[in-house]
């Protein structure tokens, strides 16, 4: 049995405490909001949280602004050193690079570890992993990262847990207008729809955005679009991510369009009344013709 703390009890950091507290271990819930804290059974208030005989601590945060405050208003004070610290939250590399270094300065093992997967992958420990940190750092995390994950990779040093979410992060969010844009065409085109989906399902037009957030209502019944557009995944997720895939590619230079239309794009939307939407609600506003966004 593993002593952890999980500091977020968010859409994947409550699934993810609740899978960790089933496999047996000691699990401390810790989030500033009393309606978070209501779903995790014990769960504190941060100002409460006493993290001393905490073997791990795991932070799923919206934003590194968030984590870097946790981590100075709370974790390195409060943790013992030798603690684990897993940061799950999907932040830019600079500030997780800017978490390593603090916590190494404490003796703390740090290692930024966002996940790809969504609610039900977090309770079910079927995630997927993109590791930055020490070989050192992650070794220690492994049997964690393994509780919660079926795919664990180690892309590299402090950051590259990150880069590499930034780059899957991109990809998912320009075929995402792929599809949406594709299914626009064909219903302007008063193509059926059903065959229209059944056709790019068996083809190269495939993926994984494709079957899991097919924009019409009714062919795909576990999609977003057949439930209100209820998010999996929200538009205001989407555009945050997108927005740290162009920041990424800012700092190195690598000049990426095509992502950057998807950014703006999911930006516009999510800055709507629809933002709390999953992303492919947005297939609604490519129908009722807005203007497509430019890139900046």
Same mark, same amino acid.
């Given at each position: 049995m593993t002593t952890l703390a999980v500091i977020g009890l968010g859409a994947m950091?409550?699934?993810m405490a609740r899978h960790l507290a089933a496999c047996g271990n000691a699990v401390l819930g810790v989030d500033g909001s009393a309606q978070a804290r209501s779903r995790f059974e014990g769960a504190c208030a941060p100002e409460d949280a006493d993290l001393s005989g905490m073997e791990v601590v795991i932070t799923m945060l919206p934003e590194g602004k968030h984590v870097r405050d946790t981590y100075t208003g709370l974790i390195l004070d409060r943790a013992a050193a030798g603690t684990?610290?897993?940061?799950?939250?999907?932040?830019?590399?600079?500030?997780?690079?800017?978490?390593?270094?603090?916590?190494a300065q404490r003796s703390l093992p740090q290692i930024d570890a966002p996940v790809s997967g969504g609610p039900?992958?977090?309770?079910?420990?079927?995630?997927s992993f993109m590791v930055g940190g020490s070989d050192r750092d992650v070794a220690r995390a492994w049997p964690v990262l393994e509780l919660l994950g079926k795919k664990i990779n180690h892309f590299g040093p402090p950051g590259a847990g990150q880069a590499a979410k930034a780059c899957h992060n991109m990809?998912?969010?320009?075929?995402?207008?792929?599809?949406?844009?594709?299914?626009?065409l064909a219903e302007a085109m008063n193509l059926d729809l059903g065959q =229209?989906?059944? #056709?790019? !399902?068996? &083809?190269?037009?495939?993926?994984?955005?494709?079957?899991?957030?097919?924009?019409?209502?009714?062919?795909?019944?576990?999609?977003?679009s057949s439930n209100g557009f209820a998010p999996g995944f929200a538009a205001q997720l989407m555009a945050k991510d997108l927005r740290l895939a162009q920041a990424a590619a800012r700092s190195s230079g690598?000049?990426?369009? =095509?992502?950057? #239309?998807? !950014?703006? &794009?999911?930006?516009?939307f999510a800055d709507g009344a629809d933002g709390g939407l999953d992303f492919s609600a947005y297939y609604r506003t490519l129908r009722t013709g807005a203007p497509c966004p430019q890139d900046d």
């Open positions: 950091g409550l699934p684990v610290l897993i940061d799950c939250s999907t932040i830019d590399v600079d500030t997780a690079r800017e978490l390593n270094r603090m916590a039900q992958a977090a309770g079910s420990g079927t995630l990809i998912c969010g320009i075929t995402a207008m792929a599809v949406l844009e594709g299914f626009a =229209f989906y059944t #056709l790019c !399902a068996g &083809a190269a037009a495939q993926s994984w955005t494709l079957e899991n957030r097919c924009p019409i209502p009714g062919i795909v019944p576990s999609a977003p690598q000049t990426t369009p =095509f992502g950057a #239309l998807a !950014a703006n &794009a999911f930006t516009d």
